[in-house]
């Protein structure tokens, strides 16, 4: 069975202060590792992709690596308009649907 | 920028009772989704829906529900006898093609209350 775990399940940093958050899983032959973004009483927002181990993508302060094992998303100098839950969810062979992790709670403080 | 859209917003049901959930996928999607987010816990997949036939569905996914694409617009998830259970946050999703490299953008949800 296809898992993804992320840690910490919340963290809060000062405005300004970088930090990582982490994704692990356990998928049957992954197809892509997804990012989203998820502002409280909305629906996840699609950020990144990531298909290969070694393969990185940035978009404005985020940026998302991969590994065989894990994913981090970095986030550099963060605002508080970061603030948010981020979402990793996977893609496995011969399979339609997402399996997500709980998601990560992004505090930042001005 | 297209947008999936999701009415109502909120829906409050008395157990028991049926509930059709109600999602405009963006134009060009040909794939269809439906998740669901129990509060506090991790999003889950319900059913993909393609060419107008279930493509795969979980465990989840029992008899009680069904999908539907009425029309060429909407896509709707319809629980026939709703259970306290059945309290979360419905996602609907699509996406341009199936796979990975066709990433599946979300509508902000329907909240369902059982009571």
Known sequence: EDQV????????????ESSSLNCSYTVSGLRGLFWYRQDPGKGPEFLFTLYSAGEEKEKE???????????????TAPKPEDSATYLCAA???????????????????? | EPEVTQTPSHQV???????????????????????R???????????????????????????????ERPDGSNFTLKIRSTKLEDSAMYFCASSPGQGARQPQHFGDGTRLSIL
Not at chain 1, 62 to 68: I, N, Q, R, V
Not at chain 2, 13 to 35: A, D, K
């Open chain 1, 91 to 110: 893609h496995g062979a011969g399979s339609y649907q997402l399996t997500f992790g709980k998601g990560t709670k992004l505090s930042v403080i001005p």
């Open chain 2, 37 to 67: 987010q129990i509060l506090g816990q991790k999003v889950e997949f319900l059913v993909s829906f393609y060419n107008n036939e279930i493509s795969e569905k979980s465990e989840i996914f029992d008899d009680q529900f069904s999908v």
């Open chain 1, 5 to 16: 775990t992320q840690s910490p399940e919340a963290l809060r940093l000062q405005e300004g």
């Open chain 2, 13 to 35: 049901t008395q157990m028991g009772q049926e509930v059709i959930l109600r999602c405009v996928p963006i134009s060009n999607h040909l794939y269809f989704y439906w998740y």
């Open chain 1, 61 to 75: 302060r985020l940026k998302a690596t991969l590994t065989k094992k894990e994913s981090f998303l970095h986030i």
